[in-house]
Nanobody, 116 residues
């Protein structure tokens, strides 16, 4: 049984910052990639950023230079530091973990609302 517990979402003003965390537990059998996705109302879920075990990162063009993904392999935790937030960043953010056998697990989602 694998669980991904997200935290750190909330309401923030434009230009503000939030830091999301996602901690995984259970029989994961080794984590290959950890990442963050988001889904706004009426929109498809999109990749925000991901990071491999070795630390290689990938970002959506819309968040490059503003968001930073990191991970603590010892704690099976992935973070997303979000700076210079814009209203269009408002969405439910989901963490995702893909293990070496190739199975992907999803967090419950955390709401991020950017509004003045």
């Amino acid at each position: 049984q694998v669980q991904l517990v997200e935290s750190g979402g909330g309401l923030v003003q434009p230009g503000g910052s939030l830091r999301l965390s996602c901690a995984a537990s259970g029989s994961i059998f080794g984590i290959a990639t950890m990442g963050w996705y988001r889904q706004g109302p009426g929109k498809q879920r999109e990749l925000v950023a991901d990071i491999t075990t070795g630390g290689s990162t990938n970002y959506a063009d819309s968040v490059k230079g503003r968001f930073t993904i990191s991970r603590d392999n010892a704690k099976n935790t992935v973070y997303l530091q979000m700076n210079s937030l814009k209203p269009e960043d408002s969405a439910v953010y989901y963490c995702a973990i893909t293990n070496f056998p190739g199975r992907t697990y999803w967090g419950q989602g955390t709401q991020v609302t950017v509004s003045s």
